[in-house]
């Protein structure tokens, strides 16, 4: 089964708790459409798609823009290149998309996995936590998995994007939530995170809603005062903060 791929590159995680080099690896195809969160796109047919700051890995319409690997040595290679300059660096490996959980049952998927976690990389899958998956095997265990369940304000109804039943399987290994949040929707949001987190212990982190630099810095004051109010961790949205809109970074 080949793993389709948007992009690989060398960069610096921007969120989270892991703020350090990274290679990522943007699988494509997500469960979700996410329309609440407003970032537009035109696909190579002239149409323009609304979804999340990622639609190019999460719309079909992209497809023809993906890389198809038969061998996970192939991607191998390539990280390598986009990492020799950092030498000896013990780079993180963070896989996101899209949703990469939909490519759990793949060969290739799982051999990169095997193979990073045995060269001692901490490997992250950034996730909405909606596809199934089942953690059986001991290198799954030591995988961070950065679980970014989407809320009320993604647009998504509560039956597709509320997965509690592999939130339990999920936590098998390692993980932390991330909520993208806004003032807006707050209210409503911060009581789907109380459901969401109850009787589990985890870090929690509030991210704020910016698909750009203007939306970012917008929404950042409120968000650090709720983390503040809480007892939350706050993730700050670091490529966009430096990059703004601009892809591969």
Same mark, same amino acid.
């Given at each position: ?21 990274? &290679? ?53 290679? &390539? ?69 970014? &369940? ?100």
């Amino acid at each position: 089964m080949k793993l389709p791929v948007v992009e690989i590159f060398a960069s610096l995680q921007g969120e989270g708790p892991r703020i350090r080099p990274a &290679v990522f690896i943007r699988t494509a195809l997500c469960s979700l459409k996410c329309p609440g969160f407003c970032c537009k796109l035109k696909a190579p047919d002239g149409t323009i798609i609304q979804g999340c700051d990622t639609i190019r890995a999460v719309s079909p319409k992209f497809k023809s823009n993906w890389i198809y690997f038969e061998d996970f040595n192939d991607i191998l290679e &390539v990280v390598r290149e986009k990492t020799k300059i950092w030498n000896k660096v013990n780079y993180d490996v963070v896989f996101t998309g899209g949703e990469p959980l939909l490519h759990w049952n793949n060969d290739i998927f799982q051999n990169l996995l095997k193979h990073f976690i045995t060269e001692n990389h901490k490997v992250t899958i950034e996730t909405n936590t909606t596809p199934n998956i089942k953690i059986s095997e001991d290198y799954q265990k030591e995988i961070i998995f950065s679980c970014s &369940v989407k809320l009320s304000n993604s647009g998504e109804t509560r039956e597709k994007r509320l997965n509690f039943n592999n939130l339990d399987e999920i936590s098998k290994a390692n993980m932390y939530f991330k909520f993208v949040v806004n003032p807006k929707t707050w209210n409503n949001d911060f009581l789907e995170i109380k459901e969401i987190i109850k009787d589990r212990d985890c870090d929690v982190y509030l991210m704020p809603l910016g698909g750009n630099q203007e939306e970012l810095s917008q929404n950042t004051k409120f968000v650090v005062e709720k983390c503040i109010e809480n007892g939350f961790c706050y993730s700050d949205r670091i490529h966009i903060r430096a990059f703004n809109t601009k892809e591969g970074v």
